[in-house]
């Protein structure tokens, strides 16, 4: 299952993101979890987003894990963390009862 994490925070807070973002590489992160990114945006605020690729039957384990990893940033003022299933269109489809 593919988590999307997002972080916005205000740009005078981007040291100190770095620093947490620096602190939590000290922990590597499980197996069954390959993160893809981070990638960053600045407009007005600055906003990351990275994906968390969590294996098949792990899902509950890798969501407490992305969550206790995300609580490194919990004390930056005007931080703002989600975290999001996230669906690839062709597996969307198939909700709708559709298929490529």
Do not use: C, W
């Not at 973002?21 to 390959?34: H, M, R, T, V, Y």
């Not at 893809?36 to 098949?56: L, N």
């Not at 990893?69 to 597996?91: C, D, F, H, N, W």
Request: proline share 5%; net charge negative.
């Amino acid at each position: 299952m593919l988590f999307m994490a997002t972080f916005s925070y205000p740009l005078d807070k981007a040291e100190e993101v770095g620093r947490a973002f620096i602190e939590a590489e000290k922990s590597p992160l499980p197996a069954f979890i390959n993160r893809i990114g981070p990638y960053m945006t600045f407009a007005g605020e600055a906003e990351s987003h990275v994906f968390f690729d969590v294996e098949k039957g792990h899902e509950e384990e890798g969501l407490a894990v992305i969550n206790r990893r995300l609580m490194l940033y919990s004390g930056i003022v005007g931080m703002k963390i989600t975290v999001q299933p996230t669906l690839a269109a062709a597996e969307a489809l198939v909700l709708l009862g559709l298929s490529l």
